[in-house]
């Protein structure tokens, strides 16, 4: 028998046969199930008042609608805490996080591919980095976070490496880290979101989130792009 995919939860065997103790037609009559036609009536006639479906909502007129930043804090504080509990240390924590952050990335880079092809006569897909990190830099985080990073960077050591920096990350204000912890850097996750955009937009990289705290930014971060090989190939080719 074909073993389900790991990320999709089934039901055990245990809780199916549970299931069937409870279904209505193993039961009394008092819960039995309409018919299929006041079904289908029901969810062809929507009762007033009703808020819409929010698949049925137009992705264009929720360009600039924002999500509460309680809500937001709280819910990455569960997410946080939840994976802390099943990992070894510190960089399984921050890879995890990594992971997390890197499928949000791909659906982040779906919706504004699709929001430019709608909204422009001539969408342009970035095939050069510099461009694509601007884009990251502003339209992604503003995307995200509601407003662009504060800074970008070259290494001056390495040319394959590049810096987006945020001198007060919205992910990290709600967050107080142990002292036995100090290294942990929960933009992780947002360190996946980059992640996943260049590899869509075909510029695969490593990119690591790094505390760089100074006196004025105490949660100042960094998050460190290394690029693939092909890509800095790629450019002196397009020069």
Not at 43 to 68: F, M
Not at 114 to 130: D, G, H, V, Y
Not at 195 to 219: C, I, K, M, N, Y
């Amino acid at each position: 028998m074909q073993q389900p995919h790991p990320r999709f939860s089934v039901l055990s065997g245990s809780s199916l046969s549970s299931t069937e103790h409870l279904s209505p037609t193993a039961s009394s009559t008092r819960f039995s199930l309409p018919s299929a036609t006041s079904i289908n009536t029901a969810l062809g006639t929507p009762k007033p008042g009703l808020r819409p479906n929010i698949y049925d909502r137009n992705l264009n007129k929720t360009r600039t609608s924002e999500v509460s930043a309680s809500a937001f804090a709280f819910l990455f504080s569960e997410v946080v805490q939840y994976t802390q509990k099943r990992v070894s240390g510190i960089n399984d924590l921050e890879r995890r996080l990594n992971t997390l952050g890197y499928r949000a990335g791909t659906r982040v880079l779906e919706l504004m591919v699709w929001r430019a092809e709608s909204s422009s006569k001539a969408p342009k897909r970035e095939i050069r980095f510099l461009p694509a990190l601007m884009s990251i830099h502003t339209q992604v985080w503003r995307a995200v976070f509601g407003r662009p990073a504060d800074a970008i960077e070259k290494s001056v050591e390495n040319e394959d490496e590049y810096m987006i920096i945020d001198n007060d990350p919205p992910i990290e204000r709600h967050i107080s880290v142990p002292k036995d912890m100090n290294q942990l850097s929960c933009s992780s996750f947002t360190a996946g979101i980059v992640e996943a955009v260049l590899d869509g937009l075909g510029l695969p990289a490593r990119v690591t989130a790094h505390h760089t705290p100074t006196q004025q930014f105490p949660s100042r971060t960094t998050i460190l792009i290394k690029l693939d090989k092909s890509v800095l190939e790629r450019e002196e080719i397009l020069k």
